[in-house]
């Protein structure tokens, strides 16, 4: 029964993955089944009872995922409706939009009832209001409501709005218009979120996110200058806060509760037995209390549980390693909420805890120790905190900050023994409507981190404080395996031969494997959906044809998509062509030349427009334009810039959105020539594509940009049957996701990164060799 809990983890996750439904009725009457025949398998009765327990979390698993099935069902997509909505939480304001989270019942379509008592929580955006400001918790609104299951677009570096939703228990995406404040029912959190923000402070965001856990409110600037200072742990309510203020409770209770004389009528001596246990429930009851303010986040959830544990296990007098703890508290967590499975930061947290464990010899100095040595062994702390954390915060965050020890040895000591207590006092005055009196206590509370952040600003602005994950080199590598040699407990030196001799294997290996295997040029065609993005990588550098979709309200696909994907592989911007202005090619160019103020700009929108003849090098890919005859003398599809590429004895072909017309024109004064990849014109649709152009170009294999859902009957299946017939290969981004070819020259493959996180998705792996 040693590893019961881990069993029972196994089958939640086992459901979480599964891509069809599992029926409930069936587990649970095998696992009856299972329980009558315990008594009759002695000899595999410990066997039984493993796989009991992995039904029973297939069991929990397979009810979270039936339950999100159901609620999604109940919710309408894609259509204006009516409904009343409780506001629960505000994430952000910006100019352009307000999200927040609601939970929404009453829903009506054209005088009809859909849903009456749903509760389904559901994510929503509210654009260009000017009442929108006064969005706050507590509050229900009648407003028309469009929801729908958010687009994800695998490509690598993407994210999974789907897994988001599941980690914040949200059925939709969605959002609302002519919204209409019907009542308020103040909440505890409502009414420190008012007070506060009618308080004029500087740091009220930081403020906020100490008191209630939100962090909308926090400027932009502010959050960057505290993340690039690895301060930001200290803006979400975390095991630091819950610990801060369950140890403070647990001590000034006991305190005094002690201090009440020994023979006096409250307190006899048998009482004082108890003095412990009794403390301890309370200050488990008030960081609980603190847990519910936070809105019950993922992180200080996982504290107060592993506090829970803790505490227990001392009442009932067993021992048990904080490990084990650490352990039961993230199970627990996740057969409690299967989906906080997908949420990043539930894991950020649990492995900064398993960092601090594995660090928590070196606080055992003597009581002999001097003041100089506690903080000689607390700088050393933090170094070894950043060298096991730094590629942690790199995978997930895309940076780290070199100067976190030195700032969260400013910073922490002060929002620990300071900012925290007067600003939970504070709440505690507003929660008591003393306002006057809690802004007194937060302007207090802010008066040190006015001093201390031009200090702040000061390290931001320094150059190599934030190492981004696309300044990674193989020095940077070594750099750190030296840091971990040199930082690493002194317990483990007899095995440093060992790990030198495995790490020096392992970075051999990965050189080796990496020289062999990286190949000189790779073309991605991204997932976009209905529209075009295609990143041409040649050392480290990129070379954009197109920007994706850009969106009338929210965020454009250069943000979500193609940002993401350049970090992810670590690449830098050097040139941007668009073949044309329409907004699925288009997209937020002008964000985009915000964004990349270094890169060369080319095509429509542009100071260089296209036009047959332009040709040139870039890093030793040959390009040529081959259309349009001249600029801006046709409509925007039949302008659409067509680039030919050569690396050596590969060619692949760019069409924009060129339709029959302009195919014929290319083909009959022979500007094409055969080539080995074919990018179709016009997401392969049934005007493009022609035999002229097959016959001329005999692609090896056609990539089609194109959206898995679009009301357009891309791609056609008569082109698709067309390039079929001619010999060529036939691959989609709705099929497949992000489409990378890779290529040394002489020979290409096409190979699909996102492909083993799409379900029920195709496999596909080709190769050709001139």
């Known amino acids: 029964m040693r590893y019961s809990s881990f069993t029972l983890l196994a089958g939640t996750v086992m459901a979480l993955y599964s891509t069809h439904l599992i029926e409930k009725w069936l587990v649970a009457l095998i696992i009856v089944c299972a329980l009558f025949c315990i008594p009759l398998c002695r000899q595999t009765r410990k066997y039984l009872i493993q796989f009991i327990l992995v039904l029973i979390g297939i069991l929990i698993g397979s009810h979270f995922v039936s339950s999100f099935a159901e609620h999604h069902r109940h919710l309408p997509e894609r259509v204006w409706v009516s409904a009343y909505l409780t506001v629960e939480q505000v994430d952000y304001h910006s100019a352009e939009r307000s999200r927040f989270v609601a939970r929404v019942t009453h829903l009506r379509h054209s005088n009809q009832q859909l849903v009456a008592q749903c509760h389904c929580r559901v994510q929503l955006f509210w654009y260009d209001a000017a009442q929108r400001r006064g969005l706050a918790p507590g509050q229900q609104y009648q407003a028309e409501i469009k929801l729908k299951t958010p687009t994800t677009y695998w490509n690598q570096g993407g994210a999974r709005p789907s897994n988001f939703l599941w980690a914040k228990q949200l059925i939709k995406q969605g959002q609302v218009r002519n919204m209409r404040l019907v009542k308020t029912t103040p909440s505890v959190r409502w009414r420190v979120y008012r007070a506060l923000q009618a308080s004029d402070l500087d740091f009220k965001g930081i403020l906020l996110a100490l008191a209630i856990g939100y962090r909308g409110d926090i400027p932009f600037e502010q959050r960057d200058v ?14 630091l806060h819950i610990g801060l203020v369950a140890g403070l409770v647990f001590l000034i209770v006991r305190r005094f509760i002690a201090g009440i004389p020994q023979r006096g009528i409250l307190l006899r001596n048998r009482e004082r037995l108890v003095l412990t246990p009794t403390v301890a429930v ?42 084990k703890r650490l352990g039961y508290a993230a199970v627990i967590l996740i057969l409690i909420d299967p989906g906080s499975w997908y949420d990043i930061g539930f894991w950020f947290s649990v492995v900064a805890v398993a960092v601090i464990l594995l660090c928590q010899w070196a606080w055992q100095l003597g009581s002999n120790a001097s003041g100089w040595q506690r903080v000689l062994q607390t700088i050393y702390l933090q170094l070894l905190f950043l060298t096991l954390m730094g590629p942690l915060s790199l995978a997930l965050f895309d940076g780290v900050s070199l100067i976190a020890p030195i700032s969260n040895l400013l910073v922490v000591p002060v929002i620990a023994l300071w900012v925290l207590p007067l600003t939970l006092m504070g709440a ?22 006015i001093g201390l952040q031009p200090v702040l600003n000061t390290f931001a602005e320094i150059a190599w404080t934030w190492l981004t994950a696309s300044s990674i080199s193989a020095i940077s590598a070594v750099l750190w395996l030296c840091a971990l040699a040199l930082l690493t407990p002194m317990w483990l030196m007899r095995y440093y031969r060992w790990i030198l001799a495995g790490v020096l294997a392992m970075q051999a290996s990965y050189a080796l494997w990496k020289g062999w295997r990286t190949p000189d040029v790779i073309v991605h065609v991204l997932d976009v959906g209905q529209a075009q993005a295609i990143v041409i990588e040649r050392e480290r550098a990129a070379w954009l044809v197109d920007l994706g979709r850009r969106f009338y309200i929210g965020r454009s696909q250069f943000e979500s998509v193609i940002e993401p994907f350049i970090a992810q592989r670590g690449l830098r911007v050097e040139r941007v062509s668009l073949t044309h202005q329409d907004a699925d090619h288009s997209g937020d160019w002008r964000l985009a030349k915000q964004r990349l103020p270094k890169a060369e700009w080319f095509g429509a929108l542009t100071d260089q427009p296209c036009r047959a003849g332009q040709q040139g090098v870039w ?130 493959r096409l190979k699909t990164p996102a492909l083993f996180d799409k379900t029920n998705a195709k496999s596909y792996s080709s190769t050709s060799q001139r």
């Open 428 to 449: 505690v005055a507003a929660m008591m409507w003393a306002d006057v009196f809690a802004a007194q206590l937060w302007w207090l509370a802010e008066l040190p981190l």
């Open 619 to 748: 890093r030793e890919i040959r390009w040529r334009v081959l259309w349009p005859d001249q600029a801006g003398m046709h409509t925007s599809n039949a302008a659409s810039c067509v680039y030919q590429f050569s690396y050596g004895e590969i060619d692949w072909l760019v069409t924009g959105d060129i339709g029959f017309p302009e195919e014929r024109i290319l083909a009959e004064q022979r500007r094409l020539k055969e080539v080995e990849i074919l990018v179709a014109p016009h997401h392969g649709s049934a005007f493009s594509l022609g035999s002229l152009l097959l016959q001329a170009t005999q692609p090896e294999v056609t990539l089609v940009s194109v959206g898995a859902i679009n009301h357009y009957g891309m791609p056609d299946k008569y082109t698709r049957q067309r390039a079929l017939e001619y010999g060529s290969e036939w691959a989609t981004t709705a099929d497949f996701g992000q489409l990378s070819i890779e290529t040394d020259g002489a020979s290409w």
């Open 226 to 239: 505290w993340q690039k200072n690895g301060l930001q742990h200290v803006m979400a309510i975390s095991g």
């Open 282 to 323: 309370v200050a488990l009851c008030v960081a609980f209390l603190y847990t519910g303010l936070a809105g019950f986040a993922i992180s200080s959830q996982r504290a107060w549980l592993m506090l829970l544990l803790f505490w227990g296990q001392r009442w009932l007098g067993l021992s048990t390693s904080n490990w």
